[in-house]
């Protein structure tokens, strides 16, 4: 049996939650869709040692600030996902955990949205699934060959898995800097930093409010045909959290340039030496998750669906919600994705 909605919300991690509270206050019918068994999204699979760029009070969804967490600056992972937890319960927010939506299609005035436990019918449809489940690891020449573990952001949690080993991180974002400096400041494993270019790390002052800021900032000059900012990325690309400024001033977070390709055991460089290692960490970045869209034959250059704002320009009843700034300045935030889920919700609502 089809069930009938008015919008249906596929993710329920932070993007799917600030949708959810706009579309609350709008008095709309809607449905979330979340693959995850509980609440939290991507941050219950984060490492052990990540905290948020920016302090509670400016790592909010909208209508609810996060507490602050006893001891820390930064919160934790965990404490984000409590804080999104209290958030969906608070809100009485409908979401539906364990659901995987497999397709969305056309279906007349409507969109028709297959999940594995049924089949829906709305007259939009909020795609916020994020990247996290779209890891994206490099063919790397002679990957097939590597006898060790090849693994990716996703797949990590903490120093202890790599006790006494020879470790290579790959990667010259957040990730990568974070995780070769948790594993430097372990001090039980032996660490290889590798990036494709020089590392370029924000200055030690700047943190996720700031950030936040050069976003909008940039957002508002394009909107308005002013000369690109270059914004966030014009800064840098690590920021200076503590453990990485711990990790640097000790002189443990030193990049290499990244090696020419993988052997049996280890790396070999460019100028043909080896070193061995046991295991590889890429931190090589993610791509949308955006397969439940393929039947509606959207995806444009680089797979993005080109978009007006939120709106898919193929197929007007789609917003896409919290994938970058393409889809909302610091709409991957949890502080950023708050001002794009209101101007998506009023867009639906006019829609509808």
């Avoid at 939650?17 to 984060?46: K, N, T």
């Avoid at 009485?92 to 007349?108: F, K, S």
């Avoid at 002013?226 to 840098?236: H, I, K, P």
């Avoid at 100028?271 to 949308?288: E, N, Y």
Wanted: charged share 20%; proline share 6%.
């Amino acid at each position: 049996m089809t069930q009938q909605t008015d919008v249906v919300v596929v993710g329920g991690g932070q993007a799917g939650l600030a949708a959810g509270y706009h579309l609350r206050r709008q008095r709309l019918d809607f449905v979330i869709l979340d693959a995850e068994a509980e609440p939290g999204g991507s941050w219950q699979h984060m490492w052990n040692s990540l905290h948020l760029f920016s302090p509670a009070e400016h790592s909010s969804l909208p209508g609810r600030l996060m507490p602050a967490q006893a001891g820390e600056t930064y919160p934790g992972a965990g404490h984000v996902v409590d804080y999104l937890t209290d958030y969906e319960k608070r809100y009485d927010l409908p979401v539906q955990h364990g659901t995987r939506v497999d397709a969305v299609r056309r279906d007349g005035d409507g969109l028709l949205i297959e999940a594995d436990s049924g089949t829906w019918r709305a007259r939009a449809v909020v795609s916020a699934t994020g990247s996290w489940s779209r890891p994206f690891l490099p063919a790397a020449p002679g990957h097939r060959t590597f006898t060790g573990r090849l693994l990716h952001t996703v797949n990590y949690r903490c120093p202890a898995d790599f006790a006494d080993q020879r470790v290579v991180v790959v990667g010259g974002g957040n990730s990568g800097a974070q995780i070769a400096a948790d594993l430097a400041l372990d001090g039980q494993v032996e660490v290889t930093w590798v990036t494709q270019r020089p590392p370029r790390f924000l200055p030690d002052d700047i943190d996720g409010r700031a950030l936040f800021d050069v976003a909008t900032a940039r957002r508002r000059a394009l909107d308005a045909g002013r000369a690109d900012t270059g914004g966030v990325a014009s800064l840098g690309d690590i920021v200076a959290v503590p453990p990485v400024r711990e990790a640097r001033r000790a002189g443990l977070l030193t990049a290499k340039p990244m090696f020419a390709q993988l052997a049996a055991t280890g790396v070999r460089w460019a100028d043909g030496s080896r070193s061995d290692a046991d295991a590889i960490v890429w931190c090589t970045g993610f791509r949308p998750a955006l397969a439940h869209l393929a039947p509606l034959n959207l995806r444009g250059p680089r797979g993005h669906i080109p978009t007006a704002g939120t709106r898919a320009l193929g197929e007007p009843r789609l917003h896409l919600l919290g994938y970058g700034d393409w889809t909302g300045p610091a709409s991957a935030t949890l502080i950023g994705v708050g001002r794009t889920a209101r101007d998506v919700v009023r867009e639906v609502a006019g829609l509808l």
